[in-house]
């Protein structure tokens, strides 16, 4: 009798610990060995399927940086979703980045390419609910948002680039399979992604406009101002609502008036916190 109930003890202990946990791995692409996180709530089950967030970090900052940043993991507990962090290749600065200008014979972009190659490994090892795969992520993380939204199109349900804008580039092209739904965060006093734009990027303005035309929204937003919890930090919220013929708000963009380049709710930029308000706008959507 003792003997059965330490050994449904073991298996429930190996259970737990097997259910909630972060995987380190690492996955071959193009002959060079890329690094990711994944993030696998309690509530997983093989059994039923799971939303995606694909969760991409900036220049020189490592997947375990972001998926420490953001602070996701409690959402994913609460609400069951996985969350895979990707990770740049380490470039000639000896810290990881994203390439988007290095092309394959194929012409694809290939840091696009392993993250499609990245959703597929996922997808054969976890039980993905394919039709809700988002993803997000800050700064260089934030172009690729864009860049994946666009030309992962058919596999990704909604966007939401923190920090980023669509690139200045004539490389690749936009093209939607489907209405896709985007959260557009930006700080307009961004030194490293300036909100009018450069010779890299588009302005936020510009990056908005894409998606409010693919989403066949209106180009009038809404305005509204979100409460402010930090009255210190110097910095206020706009909440701009571009809403669909439905009257739903398809695109929708945060602009932190004084906001520079940091996670909003993470060190200076505390008005608001990111972090749930982009969980709630994605988990709405899916593929249809």
Not at 30 to 48: A, L, T, V
Not at 66 to 82: N, S, V
Request: charged content about 15%; hydrophobic content about 35%.
């Amino acid at each position: 009798m003792k003997t059965t109930i330490l050994f449904f003890l073991l298996c429930f202990a190996i259970n737990l610990t097997s259910a909630q946990e972060t995987i380190s791995g690492t996955m071959q692409h193009d002959n060079i060995e890329r690094i990711h996180q994944i993030y696998i709530p309690s509530s997983y089950s093989k059994q039923n399927s799971a939303p995606l967030l694909l969760l991409i970090h900036g220049y020189s900052e490592p997947s375990k940086w972001i998926l420490k940043y953001t602070q996701f993991q409690p959402l994913a507990e609460k609400y069951g979703f996985i969350i895979a962090c990707p990770e740049g290749n380490i470039n000639g600065a000896n810290v990881p980045a994203w390439n988007f200008f290095n092309i394959n014979e194929n012409g694809q972009i290939k840091d696009v390419d392993y993250i499609n190659s990245f959703l597929d490994k996922l997808i054969d090892d976890y039980a993905i609910d394919e039709k809700r795969v988002y993803i997000t992520g800050f700064s260089q993380g934030g172009h690729m948002s864009f860049i994946a939204g666009c030309l992962l199109n058919s596999r990704i349900a909604a966007i939401a680039p923190v920090s980023g804008t669509l690139p200045a580039s004539n490389l690749f092209k936009c093209s939607l399979a489907h209405n896709t739904p985007a959260i557009i965060i930006n700080g307009d006093n961004d030194n490293a992604v300036p909100y009018s734009g450069n010779q890299y990027g588009m302005s936020v303005s510009e990056s908005i406009k894409v998606w409010v035309d693919y989403n066949k929204c209106n180009e009038t937003p809404v305005i509204s101002s979100v409460p402010d919890a930090n009255l210190n930090d110097e910095q206020t919220i706009e909440k701009h609502e571009y809403l669909d013929n439905k009257g739903n708000p398809n695109v929708v963009h945060y602009k932190v008036v004084g906001g520079t380049h940091l996670w909003p709710g993470r060190e200076g930029n505390t008005s608001f916190e990111a972090t749930p308000v982009i969980w709630k706008f994605l988990s709405q959507f899916s593929l249809e």
